[in-house]
């Protein structure tokens, strides 16, 4: 009786372990997750010495990845917005960081002329206090 | 003739009956020095993104003027002296404005050719039906 017990008992941990292998995995992926996810080093990062570390470990997670790097289409373009009107604080207010900075192009995806204009409209959002020169974090 | 746009951001402790009247005041002060206000646009009191002479907020209004050059010089000089202003910025729109309606121009005019590219084709298909 305790033999045909503990055999079935063995079968969910067995089972189990895989699980919580992947969960792991999991969890590494989130781990990596905001390095990647901060603006500046993301660039060098990828092609660094790191990449090809973590390719095997997230297996799936390549496919992760591109996913969480797609939606590089200029908005401004998309949109066909010819102006950027430094008065429209939410469509500005997009690209400025947390700390009122504004986002490099290689963040947002917007193209290069687009990006002048926007730089033009938040220099001008800030001067009349509509977007701040430096927030506090 | 030019075209600007003034953004001025008015004291928040001044009452709406005041800022009328300050509003009004400007507006007669552009119209003398030979401009024209075509818009006037109160946002009403809203955030500053930053604090302006240890203001939070303050109430925001903004002028579309037509002119010379002295139209926009006068209303800059009243806003400097008028003691309820915290701040106040101007720009010279009607130069990008042209440039908007080139580029839409131009995008609708392409709509266009493309549209009928597409119904010439669609009408020889027909034809040939």
Known sequence: MTDEATVPSGGPTRAAEPASGGESSGGARERSAPPGGRGRSEGPRRSGPEGPGRGPRRGGGGGGRRFFRRQKVCKFCKENIDHIDYKDVKVIGQFIGERGKILPRRVTGVCTGHQRDLKVAIKRARNIALLPFAARA | ?129
């Open chain 2, 1 to 129: 003739m030019r075209t600007y746009e003034s953004v001025f951001i008015i004291r928040p402790e001044v009452a709406e009956a005041d800022v009328d009247a300050l509003v009004e005041a400007l507006q007669q002060a552009v119209t003398g020095a030979g401009g024209q206000v075509v818009k006037v646009d109160k946002w009403g009191k809203r955030l500053l993104a930053y604090r302006i002479s240890s203001q939070r907020e303050g109430f925001f209004v903004l002028f579309e003027l037509t002119g010379g050059g002295e139209a926009l010089r006068e209303l800059e000089r009243r806003l400097k002296v008028t003691e309820p202003v915290l701040k106040f910025f101007s720009v010279r729109v009607d130069l990008e404005r042209k440039k908007v309606e080139k580029l839409r121009h131009r995008r609708e005019h392409r709509a266009a050719r493309r549209q009928r590219a597409g119904a010439g084709g669609a009408a020889k298909a027909t034809a040939n039906a």
